[in-house]
């Protein structure tokens, strides 16, 4: 499939885990591709992987919690892609702790990069979605913003946020063009979920030495087959983001092999 030959994409946490799988996607589909991520080294291992597709891929370091940084970094993605027709939020940070030991500095770290960087993502990536051409945003929730997490309110708290602010931008955007969606992943495989991301928008959970593992049980995909890798996520988001998504928006897409039926 090339869905994506002519269409400029900008995707943050593209160094890693499911951010770095969606940019692989749409390069696979043709695509045109800024990946921005925190992580320099992220990024190489992106344009490594990318391989003979390399030559439609920029890579940007952009830290989204800072706003002077998102406001040259989206700048420069337009710039370099000549316009843009798709932005997927991909980025975010994952941290676990009890909620009565969570210092605010804490708390409000998880909620900058994951609610408050989404926003300025896409607040500096409007104007060029609407001289875009069937312009589409994908923002990435998770299951923990509808289902308990345990030792994870922050997470949950943002990526709630996430969600709801996507209906918000979907109803206030429409008439001009531009499809909100949201995925939510869960029981997916990735540098967030087992701490091996390149990028320090992509840390693992680190749970409490003395978390409840009791409270996980309900947490196993149905489907059996254990964890899915990020590829799973990526062509969901690709399909979101295509002409065949041209009918979707203002709602979400579970994806986590029916953990939560």
Do not use: W
């Amino acid at each position: 499939m090339n869905r994506y030959e002519g269409r400029r994409a900008l995707i943050t946490g593209g160094g890693s885990g499911i951010g770095q799988a969606t940019v692989l996607r749409l390069l696979a589909e043709g695509g045109t591709v800024v990946a921005a991520d925190v992580s320099e080294a992220g990024l190489k291992d992106t344009v490594a992987k990318a391989g003979e597709a390399a030559g439609r891929l920029t890579t940007l370091v952009v830290d989204i919690a800072d706003e002077n940084s998102v406001r040259a970094g989206v700048a420069a993605a337009v710039e370099a892609l000549g316009g843009l027709d798709v932005l997927v939020n991909a980025a975010g940070i994952l941290r676990s702790s009890h909620t009565h030991e969570t210092s605010l500095d804490a708390f409000e770290r998880v909620v900058r990069v994951n609610l408050t960087g989404t926003f300025l993502v896409i607040r500096e990536a409007i104007p060029a979605l609407l001289r875009g051409h069937d312009a589409a945003v994908v923002n990435f929730s998770s299951t923990s913003a509808m289902f308990a997490h345990p030792y994870m309110a922050a997470y949950a708290a943002s990526k709630g946020g996430v969600q709801s602010m996507t209906h918000a931008l979907a109803a206030e955007y429409a008439k001009q063009g531009i499809r909100f969606t949201a995925v939510q992943p869960g029981s997916i495989s990735s540098g967030m979920t087992d701490g091996s991301g390149a990028s320090g928008q992509s840390a693992g959970p680190g749970l409490p030495e003395d978390a409840d593992m009791s409270l996980f049980m309900k947490l196993a995909p149905a489907l059996g087959q254990g964890f899915a890798g990020p590829e799973t996520v990526a062509g969901v988001v690709a399909m979101l983001a295509s002409e065949d998504g041209k009918f979707v928006t203002g709602t979400e897409v579970r994806i986590d092999g029916g953990t939560h039926y």
